[in-house]
């Protein structure tokens, strides 16, 4: 599994119940676009909004997500969601982030997007950071629970010879990766090798992300979303969509591929201006505590662009 916030979680979560976990990103760094996270987490009946004397509970929270889906989203799915928010805030908490402070964001009827209380100046925390440092440093402080290898890109699921599995099918026995490795020879004398290993384990949970910036030859951008593939994306480079690819090709069933969230508030960099991945701005929020509604300057709207295409991961247990 990689090292976004699902594969982080998956990986502690099966640690914790005994598992010997290895953790496979392609990335040289660990974080996927969760390190972007700049709003927080959703939750429902927590001890912030208890504190903030903020009444929701799993219905309305259900209820505004179905809303918000238009009829396209999977109640039981949404179901899982609304219930299983409160203990998600709680596992942050329990490992160090203090996700005390509450907003109201767009689509909710209450306040209910936990971050960190704001800076001593009044910044903001970068709430999608220190999640994933935290996490990183459960990882490193257990090294007899968890081998980390960044550099490690899943190429494709190994089958057994036999079909034991669900339906007939093979079942999946280990992955085949593909490992980078810096030889650090200095400046543009560094080179960089890589091999291939073949890996084999007892489960394997594929947690790589979107595809929100997938511009490959096999774009999944373009197949099902093309009127959206010309746009330029919040998304980091990583996010290609590998491992729908990967699932795909050994069987897996894709569904609502198609809802790809479009975001109205992305930064241009007037000395980059056609750089395609963009920077997102912060959208207009509410605090749970009112105050004065934000104005972006005259400077700051010049630099607003209109599109920027982020979408979050079709496969398995997002965030
Ligand atoms: C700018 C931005 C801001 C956002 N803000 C919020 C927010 O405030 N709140 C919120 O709830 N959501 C937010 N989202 C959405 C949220 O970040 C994603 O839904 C969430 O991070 C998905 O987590 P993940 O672990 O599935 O994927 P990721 O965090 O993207 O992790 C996937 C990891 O898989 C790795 N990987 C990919 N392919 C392979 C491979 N073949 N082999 C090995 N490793 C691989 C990648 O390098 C990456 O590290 C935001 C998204 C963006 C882009």
Redesign the pocket.
Known sequence: M????????AAITAADNGALVTI????KS?????????????GCGTKAQDAAGVHDTESLFFADTISSGHGKSDPALVRTLAAQSKSAVEFICKHGVDLAAITLCGGHSVAR?H?EAPRADGKPTP??WDI?AALKKVVESRPSDFVLRTG????ELLRSPSTGGPLGAAAVIGVK?QVSTANPAGGAATTVTEHEEELLSDAVIL????F?NDHTKDSLLAEFAPHLSCLP????P??????VK?ARSAGAYLRGMQEVQV?PTGFVDPADVMNRTK??GRCRQYSATPKPPLTPCVQDLRLFEVW?V????T?????
């Open positions: 990689p090292a976004g916030l699902a594969g982080l979680t496979l990103e392609k990335e660990v974080g996927g676009n969760s390190a972007k996270a700049t709003s927080g987490m959703n997007t971050h709430v999608g994933i490690a890109r899943v190429l990766i947690c790589t992300g979107g929100g994306t919040t998304n980091g990583f996010a290609q969509g590998e491992g990967i975001h920077f997102l920027v982020f979408c979050s991961t496969m398995g247990s997002g965030s």
